[in-house]
Each structure stands twice: as structure tokens, then as C-alpha cells.
């Protein structure tokens, strides 16, 4: 493929996350708690009121991408002591648009190739350095972020705080594609950089 149209690029699609989430995308359901478990409060992720957006920088262009296609499911004993929370986050991969129809196929078809990695995944495994806020907490999230197939340790930087019965989390991450073994896309013999930043606003309601 011409270096010019693999550079008009996917810079976008490098990723992400965040995080997280349907259509094409698998269900995100968490395994059943054990029965001498406390109660679990529920929450799910609401497709109206979260978004992933990621922005890629390339020579005199950069390219911002954006989807609310994000499934996610979140189950806490306590929402004053995150250290036992459980979660899990789907994106549907083909869903990220960059406002640019040429570019967006390219980053599907020869870059992110979501015919055959639909989902990206996030599940958490550990929350680590938590403490409470005014309206709210700031946390890690460390877990495992599946992109392109490739599955690699990923701590999250989140702030999160109530809405009423909901629960909104926001942060970014730095993702790098040569992490996931996504070709880094060239626009004039130019390279464009590997680090893409994932930036992500999701809001969770609880569940009955």
C-alpha cells in the first residue's frame, strides 16, 4: 500500500480504551459472585452519556477520533472501598470516526482490521491507590487492555464521582501502537507518532 494512504491513516484508530464497550462488540458481563459474598451494587454503562475520544498527532496533522458505541459493567460491595470492585469495559472498534469516511476505512480495514478484532476490551483486575475527594474518589485501575488482538497490562488514572444513582468516570491514557502491533501509518515518508491519547467520560447507572 502507497506510503500516502497508509499515512491518511488510521492515526486515529490506534486505540483505545478506554475503556471500554456494543453493535459489533461483545457482551461485557462479569462471572457470578461467590454466595458468601456481600451484597454487590450494579452499574452499567450508559451509551448517551459516554464517550471515547483519542487524538494522534502526525506532521502539520493531527487526527481526533471519537464513539459512544462503549459497553461496560461495573460491581462494587461499597462505594466508599473500591479495593474489591470488579469491571469490565467492551468498545466497538468499528464505530470510531475521525469525521473523514476515506481515512476511517482505512483505519478499520489495514490498521485497527476490525473484521477481525471487533472489540476492544478492558478488564479490570485491580484497583490501587484509592482515595475520596470532594463528590467523589480518584483511583488506578490497573487491568487488561486487549487492542488489535494484543493484551498488555494497563494502568488507568480515573476520577470518579456520584451523579444521583450514577456514577461518572473520566481520565486519558497514552497508548502506543507498536504495543498492540499496529503498523505506525507514514504520511509523506513521514512517520506518525506511535502514541496515541485515549480520553474517556463514561457514565454508569446503577442497577436494581
Known amino acids: 500500500m502507497p ?3 497508509s499515512g491518511w491513516i488510521w492515526c486515529s484508530g490506534a486505540i483505545l ?3 471500554v464497550f456494543v453493535g459489533a462488540a461483545r457482551a461485557c458481563d462479569l462471572p457470578p ?3 458468601v459474598s456481600a451484597p454487590r451494587q450494579i452499574f452499567r454503562l450508559d451509551q448517551t452519556k459516554s464517550l471515547v475520544r483519542f487524538d494522534a498527532k502526525a506532521f502539520l496533522h493531527d487526527v481526533s477520533g471519537k464513539t459512544s458505541k462503549i459497553q461496560g459493567t461495573i460491581r462494587l460491595a461499597d462505594q466508599e472501598h473500591l479495593s474489591d470492585a470488579e469491571g469490565c469495559i467492551r468498545i466497538d472498534a468499528a464505530s470510531l470516526e475521525t469525521g473523514a469516511r476515506a481515512r476511517d476505512a482505512i483505519m478499520r ?3 485497527l482490521e476490525t473484521h477481525k478484532y471487533p472489540t476492544i476490551a478492558f478488564d479490570l483486575t485491580q484497583v490501587e491507590q484509592a482515595r475520596p475527594v470532594a463528590g467523589g474518589w480518584e483511583f488506578v485501575a490497573r487491568g487488561l487492555l486487549t487492542l488489535h488482538g ?3 497490562e494497563m494502568p488507568l488514572a480515573i476520577r470518579g464521582r456520584r451523579d444521583g444513582e450514577a456514577v461518572r468516570l473520566s481520565g486519558e491514557v ?3 501502537m507498536s504495543d498492540h502491533q499496529i503498523p505506525t501509518p507514514t504520511l509523506l515518508f513521514l512517520a506518525v507518532e506511535d502514541q496515541v491519547v485515549v480520553h474517556f467520560d463514561v457514565t454508569a447507572l446503577r442497577t436494581p
Open 3 to 5: 506510503g500516502s494512504r
Open 17 to 19: 480504551l478506554i475503556l
Open 33 to 35: 459472585p461467590p454466595r
Open 109 to 111: 480495514g489495514d490498521h
Open 150 to 152: 494484543v493484551s498488555r
Open 174 to 176: 497514552a497508548v502506543k
